[in-house]
């Protein structure tokens, strides 16, 4: 098949996947993508399109997820899933280095960097703009991370259009769309919601297009394209959450004080949930695993939250000792600081904080308290 | 593949001065060349503790030894000061922004440090000795605690010497042996002799004692434009990825640890940030 062919990219029914699994492992790829692990639905390996979440929704609200029946046979018709691919890049914890004692000196012992080439299938657009996040914290800055780039460059993804976005969603009023950007990833699927449904797939880097011309399938048609787009445009106006970004961001920095975050503080209980789910965070600690006679280290980067009181240590005391400050510095760094500091955006809606805050804190119902209060004086 | 940012070097210890009851210089000699710029730091690690960000306090003109002072204050500041000659110091680094060398040529330069906040302004006083024809007039003003807690006597009574450095040392509370002046550092700013139009000031200390010493200055004429501190915070990485050094949107390790003074200023006024 030519690869003008290709470029114009695959339709076709469920077999279109099976052909997209098949391929993807024929090439290497460990492939994952969504899967009901328990009450939720998580990114988890899969060798058969069947392990997908066919008819199977969440419905999202603060402190709530929930799965639930849906009406149509088709896989990509959930929300954000509970983790993002930030595991598959910045993994929770790992070695960087072991430091052992040679008589008087010490020896450094580099850990080695393992980059397992991973496919992911069904990556929606809010979690690849904030790999453009971690990227510009790992991998762009001037001490470019060799672990994290080794894996970014193993990760391959297959974006999906959003056309059921969860409750929770506000990405399109990030400056996010249901639709991702085909910059952001190798290939792009729509799912075409029928009885019988549809699939799209279209190539946006030479990775990408490779998969594609070693798969069958149809052309895309041009009905098949009015179809996408209409769904599409239904999905947008689904979604009615917002929050501004020009507007939350000079609310946020306007909001200096602690005193400003002790309602919310009140009712957050610092379990660092928000930051955990949370697909642009990127702090890390490392810590100490010394052997057992003391005479060898292995330093491990571990994830960190701004929650944690430790986090802002400092000689005998942390800098943000109360919870409102604590609270104060993550919804100023997400929707405030953050692009001062990396050149993008913080936060890109896809209301993780929300859905997994176990004492249901509304994140842009808070930051949206904070615009009218900046739009009252 | 890339550069490491997270694996450090091992170099030998050659060198260890007792500065005080608390602090040490320890003095290490790369292999390669460490080059830097005055007010940049290292993360030195202590086995099994941890790293810590540490000034570099030697001379970049001598970039054969790698210099760092540092006081005994913890966990990992107390192993690092038991060190001894033949030991490994275990360095990453340099990292951070540097003191204004640059900007401040032809101007003059007052420097006012308090306790050990005199270590990375010392190998700012040492590149200007260097190349003193390059700067206008230098006046170190130093304080500390007490007597006993000064730093870098040695080079105090070497400075002092010289025709064309004015030192002045002050401490908070002397002991009965003290001759010299007491009372705070930003007292002594009054009595120095200095043209606020041209001068560049570098300051460093405990964030009060920055925060005084800015207002005198702005009391004797200079504007914060004309002003350079250093920003202290948690530091896991000292390359911009771990998030601990952040001050509203400062990431302190990449942006700082050294700014102009009006660029921190209104986040040094907000509580907890
Ligand atoms: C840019 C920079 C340059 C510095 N230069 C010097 C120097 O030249 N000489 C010197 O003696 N000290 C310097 N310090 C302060 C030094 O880093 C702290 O004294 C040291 O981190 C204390 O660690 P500890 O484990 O001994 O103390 P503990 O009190 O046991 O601290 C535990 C941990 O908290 C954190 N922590 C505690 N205090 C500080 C602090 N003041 N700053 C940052 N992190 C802290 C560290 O992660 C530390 O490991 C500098 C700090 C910064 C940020
Ligand atoms: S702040 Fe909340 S909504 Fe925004 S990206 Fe993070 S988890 Fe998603
Ligand atoms: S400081 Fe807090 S909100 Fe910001 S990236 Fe780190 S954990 Fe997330
Ligand atoms: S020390 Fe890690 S971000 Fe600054």
Redesign the pocket.
């Given at each position: 098949m030519s690869a003008e062919t290709a470029s114009k990219g695959r339709a076709g029914g469920r077999e279109l996947l099976d052909a997209l699994v098949t391929t993807l492992i024929a090439k290497g790829y460990r492939v994952m993508g969504p899967r009901r692990e328990g009450a939720a639905l998580q990114l988890e390996p899969i060798d058969d399109v069947d392990q997908l979440p066919w008819a199977v929704v969440d419905a999202q609200g603060p402190g709530r997820y929930r799965l639930e029946q849906y009406e149509q046979p088709v896989a990509f018709a959930h929300g954000p899933l509970a983790f993002s691919m930030r595991r598959l890049v910045s993994p929770p914890e790992e070695r960087l280095v072991t430091l052992r004692r040679k008589g008087a000196e010490l020896a450094v012992e580099p850990a080695a960097v393992h980059a397992r080439p991973t496919a992911v299938i069904g990556a929606k657009g809010c979690d690849l703009r904030a790999l453009r996040a971690q990227d510009a914290v790992f991998r762009d800055g001037a001490h470019p991370d060799p672990r994290y780039v080794a894996r970014r460059e193993a990760l391959f993804t297959v974006a999906v259009a959003c056309h059921r976005p969860a409750d929770t969603c506000f990405c399109v009023s990030r400056g996010g769309d249901v639709r991702p950007d085909p910059d952001d990833a190798d290939l792009l699927l729509t799912e075409l919601v029928s009885a019988s449904p549809r699939y799209l797939l279209e190539a946006s880097s030479d990775r990408g297009r490779e998969v594609l011309e070693a798969m069958p399938g149809d052309a895309i048609g041009e009905d098949d394209r009015v179809r996408a787009s209409g769904q599409d445009h239904a999905a947008r106006e689904a979604m009615v959450r917002a929050l501004p970004r020009e507007a939350a961001q000079a609310a946020l920095l306007a909001a200096e004080e602690t005193e400003d975050f002790e309602a919310v503080a009140e009712r957050c209980l610092a379990c660092q949930s928000c930051t955990a789910v949370c697909p642009t965070c990127f702090c890390l600690t490392v810590e100490e695993e010394p052997s057992y006679d003391g005479q060898a280290s292995t330093r491990v980067r571990r994830r960190d939250s701004c929650f944690s009181p430790?986090f802002s240590?400092?000689?005998?005391g942390a800098v943000r000792g109360s919870r409102a400050g604590r609270y104060r510095h993550w919804m100023r760094h997400k929707l405030a600081t953050w692009s001062g500091q990396w050149g993008l955006d913080g936060c890109v809606g896809c209301g993780r904080c929300t859905t997994w805050c176990p004492a249901g804190i509304d994140f842009v119902a808070e930051a949206t308290r904070h615009i009218q209060r900046q739009e009252e004086t | 593949m890339t550069h490491d940012p997270f694996i450090p070097t091992p170099h030998r210890i050659v060198e260890k001065r007792q500065e005080t009851l608390d602090?040490v210089t320890l003095v290490v000699e790369p292999e390669t060349p460490f080059v830097f710029a005055p007010g940049q730091?290292n993360m030195l690690y202590a086995l099994g503790?941890?790293?810590?960000?540490?000034?570099?306090?030697g001379d970049p003109g001598e970039p054969s030894r790698l210099v760092?002072?540092?006081?005994?204050?913890?966990?990992?500041?107390?192993?690092?000061a038991a060190l001894e000659v033949g030991a490994s110091l275990v360095v990453r680094g340099p990292f951070?922004s540097s003191w204004p060398v640059e900007e401040a040529k032809g101007h003059d330069v007052l420097i006012v440090a308090g306790g050990?906040g005199l270590?990375?302004l010392r190998s700012t006083i040492l590149h200007i000795l260097r190349h003193r024809e390059d700067y206008g007039r230098l006046a170190i003003l130093y304080g500390a605690r007490t007597d006993h807690d000064l730093c870098f006597a040695d080079d105090l009574h070497e400075w002092g010497g010289r025709f064309d450095v004015e030192v002045r040392v002050t401490v908070d509370r002397g002991s009965p042996a003290w001759r010299g002046r007491q009372g705070v550092v930003t007292a002594v700013i009054d009595k120095t002799d200095f043209d606020p139009a041209r001068t560049v000031a570098m300051v460093c200390g405990p964030e009060v004692m920055m925060r005084h010493t800015a207002r005198a200055l702005r009391a004797a004429g200079m504007k914060d434009e004309q002003v350079y501190l250093?920003?202290?915070?948690?530091?896991?990485c000292g390359i911009g990825q771990c998030g601990?050094?952040q001050l509203g949107g400062e990431l302190?390790?990449r942006d700082?640890?050294v700014y102009p003074y009006p660029r921190v200023a209104p986040l040094m006024r907000i509580r907890e940030l």
């Open positions: 430790d240590y400092m000689h005998g | 602090t730091f503790r941890g790293e810590v960000p540490i000034s570099i306090s760092h002072t540092l006081r005994a204050v913890g966990l990992v500041t107390d192993a690092l951070g050990i270590a990375p250093t920003l202290e915070r948690n530091m896991k601990h050094c302190i390790c700082g640890p």
